[in-house]
């Protein structure tokens, strides 16, 4: 396996496609989506753009569909969910798809479908797409941040890193023959010195800290969690993401 972590979408090379490509928005949207899954939701179906969620959920019944629309941090009006995972509770998400927009998160997830597997990654559900990997192996992986328009962001490069870190040690090899490019080396710096103080370091970042001027607490508190979730969404076809049923016992 040969991991490549790129810190935004932006950062992609273009005209190639990996193996496997893993888009991660720990604030909050993949964090979000895991949440959905795990809780029941039937799907989640991402796009970029508010107005074509609207056209597409339009043509579900109101019971089976929730809209989800996040901007600046902030809940679009008109729609029923901003972007807080803790709103996914299965009472409210069972059976019914999520239908979601996101500033940056849901960003990242379209710039990657074209690849052959595509997974959302969070800290919550580290260790089940690590699990996902070492069943697979596929030779080529994409660790894709979401980034904040275009720049780096400290919590999405953590997680990265403890994905890299985790295969690491359960593969029982050098960093080195992990790592496809410099970025996954400092990624895995990043969770070597932040791992048992990852909620301290998501209050040090640019958006936990505009998550807190808007009264985000739990939400960061939650996301921080590692391992939370044994889920992991997987694109069933383009934009639209599932909870993989087989983790256990894939064959390589
Ligand atoms: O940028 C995104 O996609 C977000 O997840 C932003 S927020 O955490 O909902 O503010």
Redesign the pocket.
Known sequence: MNLFVFHTPELIPSGKTPDCAIAI?V???TS?MATALNAGAEAVQVFSDLNELMRVSESWAPEKRIRAG?R??AKVEGFDF??SPLDCTPEVVTGRRLFIS??????ALTSIQSAETVIAAALVNRQAVVDYLLARRPETVWLVG?G?EGSFSLEDTVCAGAIAHRLQVELGVPLEDLAGNDELISAVSLYSQWQDRLLELLHHAT?GK??LRLHCHE?LKYCSQTDLLNVLPIQREPGVLVKHESLIGVAG
């Open positions: 928005d604030l909050r949207a979000t996040e600046g941090g901003g972007n996101t500033t940056n998160g849901t960003r979401s904040w958006h505009r998550l939400d």
